[in-house]
Each structure stands twice: as structure tokens, then as C-alpha cells.
């Protein structure tokens, strides 16, 4: 059973272009959870997806950024015109279902580096 | 009334030592507090986790203390290893929804 799968794992993107990050879920998990990581940071909370439904973007920048994930594939988080504060690690957690004492286990992340 | 506070942030440990992180939240709504480890390049990898209608958990070395009263929890890790030195995040969640981090807690076990 592998584990929460994250891909790339480093971006290098130019300012104005286009970013594109996937995660594949752990098998059977249906909820999917994106943060953020700043260098010398804590993981702040970007957005919560079940299949097919935004279930909680608070945390989402209100500009440039938005998140899917499909009734089959993976979960995409995607930043239009990234600008350099956008470069950090991205990491995606997975969930069976949402409970209290249900684990989220995260990927390796993506490192996103805006030249 | 979100936030969760770590501290120190960073910590130097003698190995056989004990490494104790602090946190403190105000959200009286989080019922699941997890300790996170993560590695240089890694994600973050549950450690150890508690519900707060319970004063201490221990698993092997790891012991998370809480006070809910104080609405404060910790992380005590005893005989500390070279191979412990990571960079650890309590949490905080309600619900089974997002978790809230703390700022992180650097720690070195010196051999």
C-alpha cells in the first residue's frame, strides 16, 4: 500500500508562468488535505477536498490559487502567475474518512522555487 | 483564538538526555492533539497523538503530558538519540478537519 504520493518533487518556475502540483492519496482515502511551508515555518492549512467537493479553502490565497480533486486522479493545486513568495514546500495529507482521532498522512511535498 | 504556540525553537540535547517541546493553544474546540516529526526534505510523520479527556499518553520512548485546564500540552522524549534529531510540530484539530501547527521545534541530539 503505498503511501500518500506527491509529484513533482521539486518545481523550478519562472515568474508569470504556471504551477502544478499532484497528489495521489493513499489507496482507499477520500479526503485530502493541502499546507503550505514556508522555509523555517510551520505547515499552515491551505484547503480540504473530498472527491469531487471543496470542503474548507480558508486557508486558500483568494487570487492565483485553486484546488481540485476529481472523481478519478489525483488532487491538483494549482498557482497561476506564480510571483517569488510563492516558492515554498507544498504538502498534501490523506485521510479515510474525517473523524477525531483519524490520521492524516502526508506526502514528501513539493518544493516550488519561483526564479 | 486559532493559533497553537511551540516553544523553544530550537533545542541541543545531550544524548541519554530528555527533550521536552512545549505548546499552548485557546481553542477550547480541539479534541485531537498530535506531535508530527519531520526530517530535512521529508513530510511530516505522526508521532504520537491525545485526546484531551486523557492527562498522559507514553509510547516507547515519547510521552505526551496535557493539561487541559492549562490548555497546555507537551512532548517529552527520553534517552535521546543522535537518530531523534528532527524538526517536531504539535498540532491541534477539531472535528477530523484541518490541523493547526505549531511554529516547530528544532531539535539535536548531540552524540
Known amino acids: 500500500n503505498a503511501g500518500v504520493m506527491q509529484n513533482p518533487r521539486h518545481l523550478v518556475r519562472r515568474r508569470g508562468q504556471e504551477a502544478r502540483l499532484r497528489c495521489s492519496p493513499m489507496?482507499?482515502?477520500?479526503?485530502v488535505y493541502w499546507y503550505r511551508q514556508l522555509p523555517e515555518e510551520g505547515l499552515k492549512f491551505m484547503v480540504y477536498?473530498?472527491?469531487?467537493?471543496?470542503?474548507?479553502e480558508s486557508g486558500m490565497p483568494k487570487e492565483r490559487f485553486s484546488a481540485e480533486f476529481p472523481k478519478e486522479g489525483p488532487s491538483i493545486l494549482r498557482i497561476q502567475q506564480v510571483v517569488r513568495g510563492d516558492s515554498a514546500a507544498y504538502f498534501c495529507?490523506?485521510?479515510?474518512?474525517?473523524?477525531?482521532?483519524?490520521?492524516?498522512?502526508f506526502g514528501q511535498g513539493t518544493r516550488l522555487t519561483v526564479v | 483564538q486559532q493559533q497553537v504556540k511551540q516553544s523553544p525553537q530550537s533545542l541541543i540535547v545531550q544524548k541519554g538526555g530528555i527533550s521536552i517541546i512545549n505548546c499552548a493553544y485557546e481553542?477550547?474546540?480541539?479534541?485531537?492533539f498530535p506531535w508530527y516529526q519531520q526530517f530535512p526534505g521529508k513530510g511530516p510523520a505522526l508521532l504520537i497523538a491525545?485526546?484531551?479527556?486523557?492527562s498522559e499518553k507514553k509510547e516507547g520512548r515519547f510521552t505526551i503530558s496535557f493539561n487541559k485546564s492549562a490548555k497546555q500540552f507537551s512532548l517529552h522524549i527520553m534517552d535521546s538519540q543522535p537518530g531523534d534529531s528532527a524538526t517536531y510540530f504539535c498540532?491541534?484539530?477539531?472535528?477530523?478537519?484541518?490541523?493547526?501547527f505549531g511554529e516547530g521545534t528544532q531539535l539535536t541530539v548531540n552524540p
Open positions: 481553542n477550547t474546540a480541539f479534541d485531537y
Open positions: 495529507a490523506s485521510s479515510v474518512r474525517q473523524g477525531a482521532d483519524t490520521e492524516a498522512f
Open positions: 491525545i485526546r484531551p479527556d486523557v
Open positions: 498540532a491541534a484539530r477539531t472535528g477530523g478537519s484541518r490541523l493547526t
Open positions: 477536498l473530498q472527491k469531487e467537493n471543496i470542503i474548507d
Open positions: 489507496k482507499g482515502h477520500s479526503h
